[in-house]
């Protein structure tokens, strides 16, 4: 993809899912990649492992990589963690938020710390990541460019799943101001939308075939979606050929933003 060779990435939780495959897919366009972890170094062996067998496949030389830990949603290593990256690699010029939770409660029984919880790492992470990136942008008149990892769940209520759906839509909001707000000054600022996609995340409906077909029955084209189709739109939009769009959304769902229930009429019969 063009305009990926050489430039220094940093992915947010890209030691499984998504995160896993969009670090690869990186690294598969030249592209040095730092990759994120939460807890133990352990954590991302699988993702270092991949990038190292993916760099030899395709022949690409003089790729780096880094693994830095922190904990998005703590000022104080997000802080850390970004600078981590751009020591490492020596700059940086991507950032993509992409750790991400979920929990799962009615809303009468949902705690304000589950809500936080959730909103600390899929918002407050995500702008705490991008201020970072934002600063060594400015600071060394740079280009740059912030891809946010979202969910249909931006624009699709999720009932049962509060903080998520809010954390998401907020996402949407943190996308389109920011893009605005550093449009003239070099700094690109995008997300995807990814739907019902075969990750960890997934782990409840993935291994129990019933569950999946009933997932699976909702989404117009008829199936999840994987990691790596959600990898490569994101490169792309990190690309020279995605150089003229900021502030979008892209969803990348098979269709589930379409209103599936109106592939049938039912309403003006
Ligand atoms: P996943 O559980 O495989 O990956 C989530 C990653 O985030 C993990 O690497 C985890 O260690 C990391 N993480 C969690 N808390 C963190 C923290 N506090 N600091 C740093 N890292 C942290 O799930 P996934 O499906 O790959 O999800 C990746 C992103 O994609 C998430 O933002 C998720 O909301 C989004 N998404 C996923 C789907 C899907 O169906 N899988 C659909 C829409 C959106």
């Known amino acids: 993809m063009r305009g990926l060779k ?13 995160g896993q495959a969009i670090a690869v897919r990186f690294a598969e366009y030249g592209a040095n990649v730092a990759i994120n972890y939460l807890r133990e170094r352990e954590e991302a062996d699988d993702t270092e492992q991949q ?48 750790a991400g939770i979920q929990i799962s409660r009615p809303t009468e029984e949902l ?13 407050l992470g995500a702008f705490l990541c991008a201020r970072e990136a934002i600063r060594h942008f400015l600071d060394n008149e740079a280009p740059g460019c912030i891809l946010n990892i979202s969910s249909v769940h931006q624009r699709i209520p999720k009932p049962g799943y509060l903080g998520y759906s809010v954390s998401k839509g907020g996402m949407q909001n943190l996308t389109t101001t920011l893009a605005l707000e550093y449009a003239g000054r070099g700094i690109r600022v995008n997300g995807i939308g990814p739907g019902a996609t075969i990750t960890p995340i997934n782990q409840a409906w993935i291994e129990d075939p019933e569950k999946k077909e009933q997932v699976e029955s909702h989404i117009p ?7 790596d189709e ?20 892209l969803f990348v769902d098979g269709g589930l933003t379409l209103y599936p229930s109106f592939l049938t009429p039912w309403s003006s019969e």
Not at 60 to 82: C, F, N, T, W, Y
Not at 111 to 123: A, C, I, R, Y
């Open 230 to 249: 959600m990898a490569g739109v994101t490169c792309f939009l990190a690309s020279d050929d995605g150089a003229y769009i900021t502030g979008q959304t």
């Open 111 to 123: 705690s304000s710390e589950d809500f936080e919880k959730v909103l600390g790492v899929n918002l």
């Open 51 to 98: 990038v190292e067998a993916c760099v030899s496949r395709v022949k690409q030389e003089g790729v780096r990589h880094v693994l830095v830990r922190g904990d998005v949603s703590k000022e104080d290593e997000a802080i850390d963690m970004v600078a981590q990256a751009v020591e490492g690699l020596g700059g940086l010029d991507v950032l993509v938020n992409n």
């Open 221 to 227: 084209m008829g199936r999840a979606g994987t990691a």
């Open 6 to 18: 050489g430039k220094n990435v940093l992915v947010t939780g890209g030691s499984s899912g998504i």
